[in-house]
């Protein structure tokens, strides 16, 4: 699974063919979907229109919140599958820890067995709602995709992780533009030392914490941005210091009142 990959989160479907192809000629071979962002049918166009062969590329997308029944949670992913008008999706994801996370979670395991998806995984699971997933699973996930970025680093999540062998990937890892990050004083004076943006340092921040990240963007320029990372390191200094910016709560209002207690006390772990 590539470390950089594009979220489509509200793009339309109209233009998410457009952003798509875009990303995968700038070197995205990672693109992040869902069935509740309406617009898979247009990843699944530009997958198709792009030239890479399908191999190359490593699409995620997240089953519909809403189901407590295998039935339903066959009716969803067949609905995502046709959508995308993909043979398989590479990475299957529990969007949220609501409808009956279990009998979904057994659901996807058959499913995987079945090879209709490379790997399966959670979204937005806290110590909360984990569990439900981890004990009884045969297959475990892969990675748990939750808001984190310099403000909300997530590093108890992370040690929390661990022991499963559960990868975590940032969604907003750049928080949304908020809370004036890309003016940060510390990431700006990181970023001269480098020649990088502060959106670039912020970045690299996660992606040297072990951190996959899906950085969000309609602008070709910004693509390219986000993904030229790998020709620099974050010295030991410049990673204590961005440490420093961590305020421990998330900034973007998500998930959901009922599940705020989860996202509010996830620096208990």
């Known amino acids: 699974m590539p470390m950089v990959g594009l979220g489509v989160y509200n793009i339309s479907e109209r233009e998410t063919q457009r952003v798509v192809e875009d990303a995968i000629s700038a070197g995205y071979r990672s693109i992040d979907t869902a069935a509740m962002y309406y617009n898979e049918k247009g990843v699944g166009d530009a997958v198709r229109a792009c030239g890479v062969p399908r191999d190359e590329l490593f699409i995620t997308t997240k089953i519909c919140d809403s189901c407590y029944t295998k039935e339903e949670t066959l009716r969803t992913v067949d609905h995502s599958i046709k959508q995308l008008g993909l043979d398989y999706v590479d990475l299957m994801l529990i969007h949220w820890p609501v409808g009956n996370p279990t009998v979904i979670w057994h659901t996807l395991e058959e499913l995987y067995e079945q090879g209709m998806f490379k790997a399966i995984g959670i979204s937005n699971f806290y110590p909360n709602t984990f569990p439900k997933i981890v004990d009884d ?116 209002g998500w998930p959901s009142d009922a599940l705020k207690y989860e996202v509010q006390n996830a620096n208990e772990i």
Not at 181 to 187: D, E, G, Q, T
Not at 203 to 218: H, M, R, V
């Open 137 to 252: 699973a045969k297959v475990m996930p892969v990675v748990n995709q939750c808001e984190t970025h310099v403000l909300y680093q997530q590093r108890k999540m992370l040690e929390y992780l661990k022991p499963y062998n559960v990868a975590l990937e940032a969604w907003s890892p750049l928080a949304e533009g908020r809370y004036g990050i890309f003016k940060n004083p510390v990431l700006m004076r990181i970023g001269e030392k480098y020649g990088k943006t502060s959106a670039q340092i912020a970045l690299k921040f996660l992606i040297q914490n072990g951190i996959i990240i899906i950085p969000k963007t309609t602008h070709k320029e910004r693509m390219v941005e986000n993904i030229n990372l790998f020709d620099f390191t974050l010295s030991d200094d410049d990673l204590r210091e961005i440490r420093l910016l961590d305020t421990g709560r998330n900034v973007t």
